[in-house]
Structures are given as structure tokens and as C-alpha cells.
């Protein structure tokens, strides 16, 4: 195709070379970026990313180090990410996020962080009173090599903090992987720096359980009040349910509860651990299937009837416990729900973007109710995640149409939604503007929603989030009918 | 009570805290010191060079694009977060309200980030065919590992036939946005200031609007305020600005400053280098607006006087509409604030408006020169404290029970679990705008309806309340 011939205007020379939109004339130049021809000069881009669906490590980490009771999450590095990662969780959830770093500025880049380390633990430790730390890197601590390991011994030497106060690390350079590869570097330094080793084969009778990256405390919720309805012993490891949802009582209390330090030290005599997530927590099961041996499970993040039932199942077979009346119950009344409103859903085309592991949940979800998810953007998907969805949507006549594009951002997304109309995009608060130029309306569901309030409250897991999302998505559908059908198609029914 | 409050620290920290904070006193000296490092291991609210440089000063030119030159996350979380309201389409006369990132990966830390950079450019040049600009804003590992983004930039600039502007806003670099918020300006004054002539000659009422960064829409009520008295506002600087407006700056006869602290070193350039005055105004509550009305007034004729005036005695029935609403419900309220930039000092006339009194009040990354301007707008025995850290905010809050809280993000919900009333001052709590004639009744509804918002009284349940008797 030459240039020239695409060129939306005819004073574009043949000679054009970065360009063939027309300058001055806005629609114009808008109905060339909803071109085919501009669509692939978007998925040609090598370098410049656009709008991502991911974050940096840290982020992760912090999350993760949160989910421990009497834990600070404490940075190492500069104050202006320490700032940006509480202001953007708690945007999210609105709560307050306790956080601290050690300030590093232009002398630690030069001489290193260790005195900003030693003199930040010995304040955080007086000020804040916490019964842990949680640390983790920043990109200029990993940029400079700084070493945690040996700065956090210097400092129990030097008295900065009591010989034995725990302290946990992990490195999360922000130039490697996205923020759950923090939340699996972090939940990997917990379990390595504070853990006890392995009692032989003996067990403490306990199963853990893993949330993965998820900031719905509706989900964790869910979880617990799931597996403790089948009767199980459980221990949420790590559990930020009450920080990313804590009760207003009129006292601020910087510490909720959460895993608690005996939990997290007992860890490794688990009798199993079951993790919710696959790709957020890929380094912690292998550490805690191949290195510690102990029973490990990963299912598919239970969102829908499907997954559900297979998380149920997963939990009878490692504990021998059966499914309760109750779940089977809520089960029914799943189905129920998607029987009734499958109508509403059933062909409809859908755009997601997300995590890897939200987004399998979800292509699932999507495909048992009779929708199609046709394009699907992962920003931080890799090859493995890639291969697992494409099979996933091999698996049903719904799921035909479904194409796959792991590191692609919402940019590339836009072009998608302009070149292949959808009916819907999923995803969180960042894709409201591709959507109102695709003209479509945006279910938010994911993890970053600033600009609608508390639906980090409401489960999306387990069989009462089914009949959330169902319930979600028909009734967006049903409004979008009823703002734009012609009058004499308003009716009371619907 | 300062000495309570600081008592839990470790010595070191305890003696440096305590050169930060004051209480105002008749006839004290009142200095306080500020614009010195964080101490490690204390929640702070500060940010980094990189927030003020590229979350506040360049952000919201509309028409360039703004690359987060290095890993994903400073782009990720300085995406959209300030309020900054353009016009525009998106994508095509705006890309403020994108995100765009070099999004580094452990390569580029190896071998360096020059030619991804160059790479970065074309592309969004390709992609973006009527952008006006691009600033290139480095976070840490881009200073670290030594890349030249300067010649980047310069090389880029030929081929691509834009200017390019490289901001080094490292976030290691400085202590606090303060320092970004410098670099952005001598960013400006290199590589975009005088490289534009206007074909028509300077008016003798052409003013630029400088600092206001349009947050839910600010800076529309404040040039509202400037045109209707007869001034044209040339540009805004930064909020829905241009990246032309900001090349012939230079042709205006008066700057006019909101945020003295982010941008009074572009003003002292353009009159050093242009002959350029400056003033600093505030447009928060009818008082405050008026007096600076006046002010701006002066620098001009008698027909702009006369306009000023027209202008005051227009919106003054209007304020007054809004104050007998909202001051009987306000009253002697008791607020402390705890924000940065201009607000510490600039909002406290409009509170003073409905009646209410400031007791605490100080800020996230100040000089000395924003603390010289503070304490003759506060009353004896307001507390004034200067990068304070989370522990001391809770502290004074507990000690003195204000009945209203005025900060940021991170420190809401803090106050709010507390049962607190509190507003985000940095953001005005995704309301606004707060500017302007427009804005007072904005404020004044906001901040009635934290105060007296019934939700409080939920705060106990009944059955707690009823042993408490």
C-alpha cells in the first residue's frame, strides 16, 4: 500500500515519510487512526508504549507486604515512589496505605543506600512500632546494586533496630516484569527471610492459601468464607482484606489484621498450599513445590461457574473435605442467575484487558455464558500466558473468534475496538477513554478504578461473583439499550 | 504538645523535626526551617523531581507529548492523576490525558536507553502526526546509567521538525518536586521560550496566566476573572497550555502568578531577559479575589481599573448569596491544612470568607520565601509545620480536633477513619474548580458539606453509645 494512495488528504507528497494524516483537520485525521492502515503502523511500534495495563514491582510488593499484620512496608529507595504507589493504591481501595521508604537522594546514588537504610530502619522502627518490615528495591537501589541482604545485617549491628525484629526483602527492580512479579518476589522474600524451615515431614494441619494480585477485598473475602464453609483449617498467606477495607469506628489504626507472624513463620509445615493465581505467583510455587515440597495446587483464578467449581473441587481433594449443601446451594443459584439473563449476554462481542490471571478467569466466565471475548490484551502477558489462553479459547465454539496480544498496551487496543467493533470492553478505570471513542460501554472489572466508588467491595470470585458479573454486564447492556433506542422501542420490560 | 509529639523519635530525628515546626507567636521571628531532606524511615508526603516536572509543569501542555523516559511505573502513576483539564480531541490537539513511556527493561539498563529513546520518538511522531512537542521526562535509572537524552533530543528535534525538550527530573534528584518543578522551568526557558514570534504585535492588556495547571478546571475561572476585566490572556502556563503559547511567552506585557512556588523562575527570567513584570495574585474566596483584582488593576489604566471594579461589584452579590448560605454553618469551624504548592497560605482567605479559622497549616515542599508569605496570614498560635510526617499529622489532629482536614490522597482516609471531616486540597476531592468567582461557591458547598455531613454521626453504633451514657 503506498502512502500517497492512503493518505487521507491530497496535499500529502508521495515524499511523505512519517506521516500521512492530514494536519489541521481533526475529524479527518481521527478517521485515519481508525483505519486499518493505522492500525498497523500502531502494532508496528517497537519502542513506545501507550497507555499500559501494568505497573513496576514495587507496586506488587507493597500489596503483598500489607497482607502480613504489624507489617510497614518499607521502600528502599527515593520518597517519590513510596508516595506514588500509596497514592495509587489508595485511590483505588480509599483507605490509607502506611508505607515508608529511606528517602534516597543524589548522595545515595553516589555513595550507595546503606546510610539511608540503617538511619530508616532505626526511625521506622521507633515511630511506627511495627512487628515486621517488609522491604523491597526500588529501580535506583537495583540500578546502583545496592544489597539489601547485607545492609539489613549491618543495621541489626549497629543497633538500629533489636537483633531479632523480623525483616523481610526482596528485590523488585521496576525494569523487570510488572507489579505481580513484585507480589511474587515479596510473598517469595516473606517466606524465605521469616518463615522456619520444614519440620521434617511433620505438618501443622493447615492449608495456605495464595490470593495472587487482587485488590478486591470482596475476593478475599469470598475465599475465606468459602473455605470455611467446606470446614477447612486455613491461613490466608497474605491476607490485606482489612487494609483494603477496614471499618470506620472513629480510631485510626495503622496495623489491621492480617496473616499473622506465627501464621507466616509456620508457613513451610503447611499441609498444602493452594494458589488462586498462576502468573502473579509463578516463582512462589515453584519455590514452595520444588524447594520445600510441600503439596502445592494453583488453579485457575475462580471467576465464573467453571473455575469455581474447579477451585471447590481442588479444595476437596487436598483436604478431603466435601462440598457443603450451602456452596452447592449458592452453585444453583449461580446458574440460576445465568440462565435467567443469558439473553442479555449470549453473542455479544467483548474486549478485556488485564492481568493474565484476572483475564483467564474472566474468557472463561465469559465463554460459559454463551459471550465471545475477541480481543484480548495482556500488557504483562508472556509466552506461557499466551499458549494457556489460546488453548482456553479453543475450548468452545465462543471463544473462536478470540485473539490473543500479550504485551501490547491500550493503544493498540483502541485500534482493535475501531477496526472490530465489540459490544463491550472489560477493564479497569484507564480504558474509559478507548472506550468513549469506540463508543462502547466499559465494565469495570480489574484493578485500578479511580473514578467509580467500592466495587472493590463486591466479590468477583466464587459462585456470588458469577452472579455479580452477570448481574453487572446484562444490566450495562440493558442501560446502554434504554439511553439510546428510538422511543418507540422504550418499553417497561426488557 | 510539640515536644510530645516528637518525643517518639529516635534523637537524631527528634532534633531535626523540631527546627521544622513552630507555633506562631506575637512578635516572634518566625522562621522555620524547610527545603531540606526527608528523614529516612518517616512517612512523608513528599514526591520527587520527576512529580513536580512532569506531573505538574509539563503534564498539562496539551499538545505535546510527555515521555516518561524509563521503567513503566513513574508514567503509570502520574497518568491522569492531577485534574488537569484540557480542551482538545484526544489524540489529535490533546495527549494530556495519555500515558507514554519508553517503559525500559533490564536491557536498556545495561546498554543505555539512547537509541530506544530516538526510536520512541519516531514512533509517536508516526502515530501522532499533529503533536506540537515532546519533552522526554527521565526518571532515575536515565541519570544513573549516564544516558545522553540531551543529544537524543537534539538529533531527534532535526529529523522529526519538533521541538524537543529533555527534562532532567531524575527522582533522586533534589529532596522533594520542588527541584522538578526548577528543572521544568529552565526546560522551558532553553528549549521553548522566545523561539516563536507572534505575527501581531503585543497588546498593551496581554498577560500570561502563570501556575494555574487547570485542576477541575481552574484555570478557565481564573482567566474568566482576567478577560472580563479586559486583559487577554495570552496563555496559560501550565494548565491547558500550548506548546505555541508557551514559545512566545515572551509577548506579553504582565505575568501573572498563581503558584509562586513552581514557577516563580520563569517570571524572574522573562524580567530579567524580557523586561517582563510580575505579580503573584490569589483567586481563592471573594476577599482574596478582589484585593488582587485590585492589585492586577493597578498595573494597568484607568479603563482596566474601572473594568476591575465592574468586575468586583458584578460577583459581589453573588459571593455574599453564597456566604449567607454557608457561613452560619461554618462559623468558627477550626481547619488545618497540610498541602503544597500555594494552598497552605493561599486558601485561608476563603475559608476566613465563611468564617472559619485556620489553627494549623504548612507545607509539603516549601522554601523559606513561601514561609516569609505564610506567617503574616496566619493568627497567633496557628501551628506551622513544614514537610511534616504522618505520625505528627495524626499527632496534632488528635491534640487539637479540628473540624476539618485539609490535604491530600494519602493522608484522607487517615482522617477519615479518625472522624475527621476532610477535603483533598491538592485535588479539591475530584470536585472543583476552587478558582475564581466561579469556584467560591464550589469551595464553600465542598467544604460545608465535610463539615456537616451527617455520615458522622453514624461513626458509633447505637448500642456503644447507649453504655457510654
Known amino acids: 500500500m503506498s502512502k500517497a494512495e492512503s493518505c487521507p488528504t491530497s496535499n500529502c507528497a508521495t515524499t511523505c515519510t512519517t506521516s500521512c494524516a492530514p494536519a489541521g483537520d481533526t475529524q479527518a485525521v481521527l478517521d485515519w487512526m481508525a483505519t486499518e492502515e493505522y492500525k498497523e503502523k500502531n502494532f508496528a511500534r517497537e519502542a513506545l508504549v501507550i497507555n ?126 510488572s507489579h505481580i512479579t513484585g507480589y511474587d518476589n515479596m510473598l517469595k522474600g516473606l517466606l524465605n527471610s521469616l518463615a522456619d524451615t520444614r519440620n521434617g515431614k511433620w505438618t501443622n494441619g493447615r492449608l495456605y492459601v495464595v490470593p495472587g494480585f487482587d485488590l478486591y477485598a470482596g475476593n478475599l473475602r469470598e475465599y475465606k468464607r468459602m473455605i470455611k464453609a467446606m470446614g477447612i483449617y486455613m491461613t490466608m498467606l497474605p491476607d490485606p482484606t482489612e487494609t483494603l477495607d477496614s471499618p470506620n469506628t472513629g480510631e485510626y489504626n495503622m496495623y489491621q489484621p492480617g496473616t499473622t507472624m506465627a501464621e507466616l513463620a509456620d508457613a513451610l509445615n503447611a499441609s498444602g498450599f493452594l494458589f ?40 476437596q481433594q487436598m483436604t478431603g473435605k466435601a462440598i457443603p449443601a450451602e456452596l452447592e446451594a449458592e452453585r444453583g443459584r449461580a446458574v440460576d442467575a445465568a440462565v435467567d439473563a443469558h439473553q442479555y449476554i449470549h453473542g455479544k462481542r467483548f474486549a478485556l484487558y488485564g492481568d493474565p490471571d484476572l483475564l483467564l478467569g474472566l474468557v472463561g466466565f465469559l465463554m460459559e455464558i454463551g459471550g465471545m471475548p475477541v480481543h484480548i490484551v495482556c500488557s504483562n502477558g508472556n509466552d506461557a500466558f499466551t ?20 504485551g501490547k498496551d491500550l493503544w493498540h487496543m483502541r485500534s482493535l475496538l475501531l477496526t472490530d467493533p465489540v459490544d463491550m470492553l472489560i477493564g479497569d478505570t484507564h480504558g474509559k477513554q478507548i472506550a468513549k471513542d469506540a463508543k462502547v460501554p466499559l465494565a469495570r472489572i480489574g484493578y485500578f478504578m479511580t473514578d467509580r466508588v467500592h466495587l472493590h467491595r463486591q466479590p468477583i470470585v466464587g459462585y456470588q461473583g458469577a452472579i455479580n458479573l452477570i448481574t453487572m454486564l446484562a444490566n450495562i447492556f440493558i442501560d446502554e439499550y434504554d439511553r439510546n433506542c428510538p422511543s418507540e422501542r422504550f418499553e417497561m420490560l426488557r | 504538645m510539640l515536644e510530645e509529639v516528637l518525643a517518639v523519635y529516635p534523637e537524631k530525628a527528634q532534633k531535626l523535626r523540631a527546627k521544622h515546626i513552630a507555633i506562631k507567636e506575637e512578635g516572634c521571628s518566625c522562621a522555620i526551617k524547610s527545603n531540606v531532606k526527608c528523614i529516612p524511615g518517616l512517612m512523608t508526603a513528599r514526591g520527587c523531581a520527576y512529580a513536580g516536572a512532569k506531573g505538574v509543569v509539563w503534564g498539562p501542555i496539551r499538545d505535546m507529548i510527555h515521555i516518561s523516559h524509563g521503567p513503566i511505573g513513574c508514567g503509570y502513576y502520574s497518568w491522569g492523576m492531577r485534574r488537569n483539564l484540557t480542551q482538545g480531541v484526544v489524540g489529535v490537539e490533546t ?76 527522582g533522586f534528584r533534589g529532596i522533594s518536586q520542588s527541584l522538578g518543578h526548577h528543572i521544568a522551568n529552565d526546560a522551558v526557558r532553553d528549549y521553548l521560550l522566545g523561539k516563536r514570534e507572534r505575527p501581531e504585535e503585543v497588546g498593551p492588556y496581554d498577560v500570561s496566566l502563570i501556575g494555574d495547571y487547570n485542576i477541575g478546571g481552574d484555570a478557565w475561572a481564573s482567566k474568566k476573572i482576567l478577560e472580563e476585566m479586559g486583559l487577554t490572556v495570552k496563555n496559560v502556563w501550565t494548565g491547558d497550555g500550548t506548546t505555541e503559547g508557551m514559545m512566545a511567552a515572551h509577548q506579553v506585557k504582565l505575568n501573572l502568578i498563581h503558584c509562586y512556588r513552581s514557577m516563580n523562575y520563569i517570571c524572574r527570567h522573562m524580567e530579567e531577559t524580557y523586561g517582563i513584570p510580575w505579580i503573584e495574585f490569589n483567586f481563592f474566596g471573594p476577599t482574596k479575589i478582589a484585593e488582587s483584582i485590585r492589585e492586577i488593576a493597578a498595573m494597568f489604566d484607568e479603563t482596566i481599573q474601572k473594568k476591575g471594579e465592574e468586575v468586583i461589584a458584578k460577583y459581589q452579590p453573588m459571593m455574599q448569596k453564597v456566604i449567607d448560605t454557608y457561613r452560619p454553618r461554618l462559623e468558627g469551624k477550626k481547619v488545618m491544612l497540610y498541602v503544597g504548592g500555594l494552598r497552605p497560605r493561599h486558601t485561608i482567605g476563603a475559608y476566613e470568607d465563611l468564617g472559619m479559622e485556620v489553627v494549623g497549616t504548612g507545607y509539603e515542599f516549601a522554601h523559606k520565601d513561601d514561609y516569609d508569605r505564610t506567617f503574616p496570614e496566619m493568627t497567633n498560635e496557628t501551628v506551622i509545620y513544614d514537610d511534616a510526617t504522618e505520625h505528627e499529622l495524626d499527632e496534632f489532629v488528635r491534640r487539637i480536633r479540628p473540624d476539618l482536614v485539609g490535604s491530600g490522597i494519602k493522608e484522607k482516609y487517615v482522617f477519615e477513619k479518625m472522624g475527621v471531616p476532610f477535603r483533598q486540597m491538592h485535588s479539591w476531592d475530584y470536585s472543583g474548580p476552587y478558582h475564581g468567582y466561579d469556584g467560591f461557591p464550589i469551595f464553600a458547598r465542598d467544604m460545608d458539606m465535610a463539615v456537616n455531613s451527617p455520615t458522622r454521626s453514624l461513626t458509633k453504633a447505637p448500642w456503644n453509645k447507649a453504655k457510654e451514657v
Request: aromatic residues 8%; hydrophobic residues 40%.
Open chain 1, 52 to 177: 499500559p495495563a501494568r505497573t513496576c514491582q514495587p507496586y506488587g510488593a507493597m500489596l503483598c507486604a500489607l497482607g502480613i499484620e504489624g507489617c510497614l512496608p518499607f521502600l528502599h529507595g527515593s520518597q517519590g515512589c513510596a508516595a506514588y504507589f500509596r497514592s495509587a493504591l489508595t485511590r483505588h481501595v480509599r483507605e490509607p496505605i502506611a508505607m515508608v521508604s529511606d528517602s534516597m537522594t543524589e548522595d545515595a546514588a553516589v555513595f550507595g543506600g546503606q546510610a539511608n537504610l540503617i538511619e530508616g530502619l532505626k526511625n521506622a522502627y521507633a515511630t511506627y512500632k511495627p512487628s515486621i518490615i517488609g522491604m523491597f528495591s526500588s529501580c535506583m537501589a537495583e540500578v546502583i546494586g545496592d544489597d539489601m541482604k547485607s545492609f539489613i545485617i549491618n543495621a541489626r549491628t549497629q543497633g538500629a533496630v533489636p537483633e531479632d525484629f523480623p525483616i523481610a526483602y526482596a528485590n523488585t527492580p521496576s525494569f523487570v516484569g
Open chain 2, 95 to 170: 495527549f494530556s490525558p495519555m500515558m507514554f513511556s519508553s517503559d525500559f527493561s533490564e536491557s536498556n539498563i545495561v546498554y543505555g536507553g539512547d537509541k530506544k529513546l530516538a526510536q520512541v520518538m519516531k514512533e509517536a511522531k508516526e502515530l501522532f502526526p499533529t503533536v506540537q512537542g515532546i519533552s522526554i521526562c527521565s526518571e532515575c535509572p536515565v541519570g544513573l546509567i549516564g544516558d545522553d537524552i540531551e543529544s537524543v533530543a537534539k538529533k531527534s528535534a532535526k529529523e522529526l521538525d519538533l521541538p524537543i525538550v529533555p527534562v532532567r527530573c531524575e
Open chain 1, 276 to 315: 488462586l493465581q498462576k502468573y502473579s505467583t509463578t516463582g512462589t510455587q515453584k519455590f514452595v513445590k520444588n524447594v520445600q515440597k510441600i503439596a502445592t495446587e494453583t488453579v485457575t483464578m475462580p471467576i465464573g461457574v467453571q473455575n469455581t467449581d474447579a477451585f471447590l473441587m481442588t479444595l
Open chain 1, 387 to 406: 499458549k494457556e489462553m489460546e488453548a482456553l479459547l479453543a475450548t468452545s465454539q465462543y471463544g473462536a473468534e478470540g485473539k490473543v496480544y500479550s
